[in-house]
């Protein structure tokens, strides 16, 4: 419900939401300000009423926090892409950290045995994968390439983009204006950017075929900037390149592999932490001479071939036939004959593979969590489960399980900055039987 009239109110921030708001309490109520950080003393002007909270815009802050600093990118605060970059980074991973130790306590009633660091990288230019919207504005007579605006539906008018890794990070403004050249211009709606250790791929898709015109440009465009262009008229199938492209690949230098992906595969968003995670996951882990290890949700091998390195035998597992065709291509190219892949959907109980003895288990599932397969797991007892998430409360959730119906013991969690200056969190935990 919005509030009628405007009112403007001071108050002083108190705390985060898991999203990166401010948390003012005003007259026992909560109220969600964006851009706010805790210990501020602000002025607020109530928006809309919710039954639990009321949401406020901030219209200034009195006295700012010792954390606050001031954001490099001109579109923070509209750009729906980055929620944090007025907080300073440590700040930020001090945050990140707590909302997995929250979602613990309240979700799955358990703490580890201990905290470990969290694993971080770079703060700007880290992001490999995006997907931008794409948008011909009548009004402004010219196409918009960006992320969504907050909580809008409108493409963000952006020129950059300081979390995209190079070359792409300052092509954004570069790609409007070619598009705005074409005949396509209002039958685009969304380019995807894929970016390996030595090339870089976007690809556009059309929903009408460009002319031969607008297929030269966007080879030059391409050839100028050291890009691949790519056109998708319908589903993943139907890509296509403009010219021969090169190889999109991805190293993992620890263990001597070399990851090739397709332009619209799914890949970890940020190389560095990357790397960093899947030689802290192969760690915990511990793998013994001669031991089995499953892989599931494997994708293209980024855990199933590291494992190989140290296991008797991994199988990776994952719904995406493609992905499964692509991880059994990278395991012959980096010679692992020990390194099998398959394709099978996971919420599924009755797969054969849940019901073999397995030395260790590694889950790297999505947003939904991986409530089957840790019930199966459960049963057949891996001495330890090494469990990647990007949603710490369905990590948590599944911990509950793992611990409260099976008996196994949660050793350690960290957190995992995978998205700086967003409030996404990613968390990793070791389960021991």
């Not at 930020?92 to 694993?119: C, H, M, N, T, Y």
């Not at 030269?216 to 691949?228: K, L, M, P, Q, T």
């Not at 991986?370 to 409360?393: D, F, M, N």
């Not at 793992?402 to 389960?431: C, Q």
Request: hydrophobic residues 45%.
């Amino acid at each position: 419900m919005a509030v009628s009239e405007r009112v403007e109110i001071e108050a002083t921030i108190v705390d985060l939401t898991h999203d990166g708001r401010g948390v003012a309490d005003v007259d026992g109520r909560r109220v969600f300000v964006a851009d706010a950080l805790p210990t501020e003393r602000v002025v607020i002007a109530p928006r809309r009423k919710r039954r639990r909270f009321t949401e406020a815009e901030l219209v200034r802050i009195v006295e700012p926090a010792a954390s606050r600093v001031t954001p490099p990118c001109e579109v923070f605060g509209r750009c729906g892409g980055c929620a944090l970059q007025h907080l300073d980074y440590p700040a930020q991973v001090r945050f990140k950290q707590k909302v997995v130790e929250d979602a613990f306590a309240r979700i799955a009633g358990v703490s580890p045995d201990e905290w470990l660091e969290p694993i971080v990288g770079r703060e700007w230019n880290y992001r490999r994968r995006a997907r931008l919207g794409v948008k011909y504005v009548d009004a402004k007579e010219r196409v918009l390439v960006g992320f969504r605006e907050r909580a809008a539906p409108y493409i963000t008018d952006m020129a950059r983009c300081p979390v995209l890794v190079p070359p792409m990070d300052t092509l954004v403004g570069e790609l409007a204006e070619l598009i705005g050249a074409t005949s396509v211009k209002r039958r685009l709606p969304q380019i995807e950017v894929a970016v390996g250790d030595t090339a870089a791929a976007i690809v556009l898709r059309v929903l009408d075929p460009p002319s031969s015109e607008d297929r030269a440009r966007f080879a030059a465009f391409g050839r100028e900037h050291g890009v691949d262009v790519y056109l998708q008229p319908g589903g993943p199938g139907s890509i296509e390149p403009l010219g021969e492209p090169a190889r999109l690949a991805y190293t993992l230098p620890e263990f001597d592999v070399e990851l090739e992906f397709a332009p619209t595969d799914f890949i970890q968003i940020n190389g560095e932490v990357n790397r960093r995670m899947v030689s802290a996951a192969v760690e915990l882990a511990e793998v013994r001479p001669g031991e089995r290890v499953l892989d599931l949700f494997s994708g293209l091998g980024n855990f199933t071939l590291p494992f190989a390195r140290r296991a008797a035998e991994v199988l990776g597992v994952e719904g995406d036939a493609g992905l499964v065709a692509r991880g059994g291509a990278n395991a012959r190219r980096n010679g692992i004959p020990n390194a099998r892949f398959v394709a099978a959907d996971l919420a599924d109980p009755d797969w054969p593979f849940y019901r073999e003895r397995w030395d260790v288990a590694v889950l790297d599932p999505p947003r939904t969590g991986a409530e089957v397969p840790v019930r199966q797991l459960g049963r057949t007892k891996p001495r330890r489960i090494v469990y990647v998430s990007c949603h710490p409360a369905t990590l948590a959730r599944d911990a509950k399980i793992l611990v409260a119906e099976h008996g196994y013991k949660l050793r350690s969690v960290r957190a995992l900055d995978m998205f700086p200056h967003t409030h996404h969190v990613e968390a990793m935990a070791l389960f021991e039987a």
